[in-house]
């Protein structure tokens, strides 16, 4: 009899153990790798996280992304041995990118087959986003897109009178997409927003209707059993007007948008976003059109941002907050522009975040073949090996 207490506790640690993930700490590791721009990569990402560890702070990196056409298999052992690295350093990540893609998009990790509007089909980087998948410590996933297309970066007729159709112009995901990329063991969604159809008007109320859009793709995230941070994918500007009004690009910290407008933004959009599945809202995707150019755009982008956390955390907001840093944010430039973490956090759930593309720019465009990319490593080559130090603890995880 006395033993029954004893299979109980056995049982029911078993049962904690399903339920709550244990995060068992990692080790350092030495990575080694097999060509100079697949060291160049993995020496960023080492860059990126002393800088983390320097400032005992958090991080997260919010694209990666790489080629399937030309020169795809080169590519993907650039992409094994970073995540490698990143695995060793224990990063949240999530891949660029997911959604409905044309079938010709040659960095689609998941897209629709044919012209459908359902995310059901893998492209070949699936693999190894797949085997890097989120555990015990940190969470791993893809972007979602769609929100985010037809926007000024590619439409000189968008604004924030024309914002596009939705479903023909741009959309979000369905919930058999969802359904699909949990089944693929994605945990993580960077799902993009966009500044000018949530809010036309600068410190103006969010827009009905395009609150309700986003409020219906994240019940379908939850749904789905998948996290989400939402993001809003900008670069700095809002475009006034568009159509039919001639458009007015404004620039964030100059006439007409100044840095407390993303603080307003914010302040609004925290509250609306409050479905249990958003564990982390990203400011601004990458802040590169910003009304000051050079140290003066970053410390610019260092006192927006820091406007919009207080502006978060006064609605009550507790949940993580992902930073980007201004250019150049890559991995293997961080800490030119930002030599010192700057975010005051009462709360201690920031995390600065960068991107990480391979080629020699860091732009994703990769324009240059891969045997020009060896021979075009600018910077001092980096060593075949890295030790790398994982570090102590993140905001984006189980």
Same mark, same amino acid.
């Given at each position: ?72 298999? @080169? ?100 919930? @058999? ?69 001639? @458009? ?151």
């Amino acid at each position: 009899m006395r033993k029954a207490p004893a299979l109980a506790m056995v049982l029911l640690l078993l049962v904690t153990a399903l339920v709550v993930p244990v995060t068992w700490p990692l080790r350092a590791r030495t990575v080694c790798t097999t060509d100079i721009v697949q060291a160049r990569a993995v020496a960023g990402l080492a860059n990126f996280s002393s800088w983390l560890r320097r400032n005992d702070a958090t991080g997260f990196i919010g694209e990666i992304g790489w080629p399937a056409d030309r020169d795809a298999q @080169q590519w993907t052992g650039v992409a094994e041995a970073w995540y490698d690295a990143a695995d060793v350093i224990g990063l949240p990540v999530t891949a660029w990118a997911a959604g409905t893609w044309p079938a010709n998009y040659p960095m689609a990790v998941y897209r629709p087959v044919a012209h459908g509007m359902d995310v059901d089909v893998a492209g070949p980087q699936a693999k190894v986003v797949e085997r890097h998948g989120s555990a015990a410590g940190y969470l791993r996933g893809v972007n979602l897109a769609a929100g985010s297309f037809a926007t000024s970066e590619v439409n000189g007729g968008f604004g924030s009178a024309n914002p596009g159709r939705y479903g023909h112009d741009y959309t979000y995901e369905t919930p @058999q997409s969802y359904e699909f990329l949990a089944g693929r063991g994605v945990r993580l969604v960077r799902l993009a927003v966009n500044w000018e159809r949530l809010q036309p008007v600068p410190f103006a109320p969010l827009a009905a209707d395009e609150v309700a859009r986003v409020r219906a793709a994240l019940d379908h995230a939850r749904a789905a059993d998948l996290l989400v941070v939402l993001d809003l994918h900008g670069y700095g500007d809002f475009a006034l007007g568009g159509g039919l009004h001639r @458009q007015t690009l404004l620039r964030l910290g100059g006439p007409g948008l100044p840095t407390t407008a993303l603080a307003d933004f914010w302040r609004r959009m925290a509250v609306v976003a409050d479905n249990p599945a958003v564990i982390g809202l990203g400011l601004l995707n990458e802040p590169t059109r910003l009304a000051a150019d050079g140290r003066a755009g970053a410390l610019l982008w260092e006192r927006a941002a820091q406007q919009s956390v207080d502006a978060i955390r006064a609605t009550g907001d507790r949940r993580a907050l992902l930073v980007s840093g201004y250019i150049p944010m890559g991995p293997p430039s961080w800490g030119l522009m930002h030599p010192r973490a700057w975010i005051r956090d009462p709360l201690q759930r920031v995390a600065y975040e960068s991107h990480a593309y391979f080629d020699h720019d860091g732009s994703g465009h990769y324009w240059q073949s891969y045997d020009d990319e060896l021979r075009n490593v600018t910077w001092p080559h980096p060593t075949l090996c890295q030790h790398l130090t994982p570090l102590t603890r993140q905001v984006l995880q189980w």
